[in-house]
Structure formats: structure tokens, C-alpha cells
């Protein structure tokens, strides 16, 4: 069983900056492909990143250009850079796990097969 704990989170504004972290623990969680996905209040949740246990990655077409994935398997540690935010990126923000080494989000949310409790963020215009 892994366990993810998202610590970050936070407000900005508009065309700012903020890096949200994810450390998970138990079982193997190095060996997992990690992600990000989102969910704005009414609204379906939202693919937005994937890493694989490798370093290759995978962004949704909202985030390209301005998110970056990245981890550090010696923390296991997965983080999201997100730089000139948007009102529209307001939403909580998962960390989630994939038993697949190599999913990069392709399918969507359905790859994951562990979530973060979630932390809120907010891009105030």
C-alpha cells in the first residue's frame, strides 16, 4: 500500500508561480509512474501530468508550457512547477500513483491506482 502526502498548496496570482510536492511511502512507490490530476468544485476531475518511473513525461494540453513534472526517487518525491497560473488552474490538486512504471496518462485518471489527500489551489486575478 503507498501512501501520498501532498504538503504544498497555496494562493498566488495571476501569472505566478507555485511548486506543489508529493512524498510517498510504502511498498515500492519508486518504482511507480507518477501524476498530477485536478478537480475544479462542479467539475469532473482532470488529468494535468504524468512522470514515469524513468523521467519521461506527459502534460495535458491546459498545462503545457507552463507546468513541469519532476521527481526524485531517492526522496520519492514527485513535484509540479507551475508557473504564469491562470484563474482557470484554481482547483484541488491530486498527487496520484500508477502500478504501471511506464503510464504517462494516457488513459486518463483510470491509470492511477493510489491518491494524495488533495491541497487547494487558488490563482486570484
Known amino acids: 500500500q503507498v501512501q501520498l502526502v501532498e504538503p504544498g498548496g497555496g494562493l498566488d496570482q495571476v501569472g505566478g508561480s507555485l511548486i506543489l510536492s508529493c512524498e510517498a511511502s510504502g511498498g515500492t512507490a519508486c518504482s511507480y509512474a507518477m501524476g498530477w490530476v485536478r478537480r475544479d468544485p462542479g467539475k469532473v476531475r482532470e488529468w494535468v501530468a504524468a512522470?514515469?518511473?524513468?523521467?519521461?513525461?506527459n502534460y495535458a494540453d491546459s498545462v503545457k508550457g507552463r507546468f513541469s513534472i519532476s521527481r526524485d526517487n531517492a526522496k520519492n518525491t514527485v513535484f509540479l512547477q507551475m508557473n504564469s497560473l491562470k484563474p482557470e488552474d484554481t482547483a484541488v490538486y491530486y498527487c496520484?500513483?500508477?502500478?504501471?512504471?511506464?503510464?504517462?496518462?494516457?488513459?486518463?485518471?483510470?491509470?492511477?491506482?493510489?491518491w494524495g489527500q488533495g491541497t487547494q489551489v487558488t490563482v486570484s486575478s
Open positions: 512522470i514515469s518511473r524513468g523521467g519521461s513525461t
Open positions: 496520484a500513483a500508477n502500478k504501471n512504471p511506464y503510464g504517462l496518462g494516457y488513459s486518463g485518471v483510470r491509470e492511477y491506482n493510489y
